[in-house]
């Protein structure tokens, strides 16, 4: 899972921290230099999401389904590995409950990939052009969405935080009262207020933790997220170059379709990251020999 603008926005889609450490006293920070400092941390991260392209790292999922006294009902355990695939994102399952797939399950993820290999080596420059164009569309709007956060919201700088030995502004944001949104998308805003980390030397989001503060419906009542919903966003410096996902961690009150009510824990780490060269081959698993 790369962490997108959109998601790590629309993780204001989805309280503050209590119960954190406090940060040091606030430095002089006006409400509209920190509404600056929003827009420019999603220039910054759109430029970062190109450099995400070149990695490939170990995503580790585990999902639990709670009961109506937040007992645990069920554990789910999912390791993937990601990668980037003629610019698209691609996730291919090694691991189920931290065992090994069987020789079957391995082979159809193998299986999986270079079907996407083939496609994408086969597309015509029509097919090609069209879908980068449609990218494209995909990241302006996820520009357009986050300028929209910068005036959603009432910020206050709550201090400087220290974060894996980097300072942090430490950046509540409130919904603001009378916001009107200009996009679609955008509207969900004043149901979500969030506190934010934000590094001071390279001005990117490093933490994100998001409270959702009424209930927020997708479609027409397909499914509602409750208030009380929570996510938490981090991410981490790679090789001076590049921001890439940490952690992140969901709990969430679902209604699907008005006929139940879903307890969700999601919780995924995220480890060994390696620089993906274009010229990387895709090896089965059974191919792979032991280093010597």
């Known amino acids: 899972m790369r962490i997108k603008p959109t998601l790590a926005l629309l993780a204001l889609a989805c309280s503050f921290a209590l119960g954190q450490n406090s940060p040091a006293p606030a430095t002089s920070l006006s409400e509209e230099q920190i509404r600056e400092l929003i827009r420019q941390t999603a220039e910054k991260d759109m430029e970062n999401d190109k450099r995400q392209r070149d990695y490939t790292y170990i995503q580790r999922e585990e999902e639990s389904k709670l009961d109506g006294k937040g007992q645990v009902k069920s554990t789910e355990i999912k390791t993937s590995e990601i990668m980037e695939l003629y610019g698209e994102q691609v996730e291919r399952l ?40 449609k990218e494209e569309k995909e990241r302006e709007q996820s520009r357009q969405f986050v300028r929209e956060v910068a005036d959603a919201y009432n910020f206050k700088l709550a201090g400087i935080e220290s974060l894996a030995g980097r300072d942090t502004y430490v950046i509540d944001g ?38 959702c503060i009424d209930t927020v419906s997708f479609g027409l009542f397909l499914a509602r997220i409750h208030k009380g919903s929570r996510i938490l966003i981090e991410q981490t410096r790679v090789n001076d170059e590049v921001w890439l996902p940490q952690h992140v961690a969901v709990k969430v009150d679902v209604r699907v379709a008005l006929l ?8 995924l780490t995220f480890r060994d990251y390696k620089k993906f060269r274009t010229d990387t081959k895709i090896v089965p698993i059974g191919e792979v020999q032991p280093p010597h």
């Open 94 to 133: 090694i691991a189920k409950d931290d065992k090994p797939l069987s020789d079957k399950d391995a082979k159809k993820e193998e299986e999986k990939i270079q079907k996407l290999i083939d496609k994408r080596k086969n597309e015509s420059p029509e097919d090609r052009k069209k879908r980068e164009e």
């Open 260 to 267: 139940k009510d879903f307890d969700i824990e999601d919780d």
């Open 174 to 211: 409130e919904p603001r009262p009378g916001y009107q949104a200009h996009l679609k998308e955008a509207k969900i805003l004043p149901k979500f207020r969030f506190r934010a980390w934000i590094d001071k030397g390279e001005s990117q989001w490093k933490k994100l933790d998001i409270q």
